[in-house]
């Protein structure tokens, strides 16, 4: 009971908590960021927002003493022919990071791009 009125404070911190990007959307936790591509899939837009949640989410922080979750941005860069197949824009970032020689914490963002469908599998081609 009390882990549960915990895990709610949590979420309802994570969602308005304010941050640069952060306060624009709301973010639903997510434990790795295959639901939110297949999200940014689904969306009209092509866009999904979450917050990195978990054993691997607070190991990160804890690790570098960031001052903020772990955001993940996804964008849809471009749609294949094939129905529900796009090239994505993942975008992991944090704020407050310590990166060992720094002088000061900062943000410290990680994308990378990826060819994904609805079936988690990649197009079959890329036009």
Not at 9 to 26: G, K, Q, R
Request: charged letters at 20%; hydrophobic letters at 40%.
């Amino acid at each position: 009971m009390k882990s549960t009125a915990i895990i709610r404070f949590a979420l309802v911190i994570t969602v308005v908590a304010p941050s640069a990007h952060a306060d624009e959307v709301v973010r639903p936790p997510v434990t790795d960021p295959r639901p939110l591509m297949l999200a940014a899939l689904q969306a009209s837009d092509g866009q999904a927002h979450g917050v990195l949640t978990g054993d691997i989410a607070e190991a990160i922080t804890k690790r570098f003493s960031a001052s903020s979750p772990i955001y993940i941005d996804v964008s849809t860069e471009k749609r294949y022919a094939q129905p529900g197949c796009a090239r994505l824009k993942v975008s992991f970032w944090q704020d407050g990071v310590t990166l060992p020689g720094a002088a000061a914490p900062r943000r410290q963002t990680v994308d990378f791009g990826i060819n994904y469908c609805l079936d988690g599998r990649p197009p079959r081609s890329l036009s």
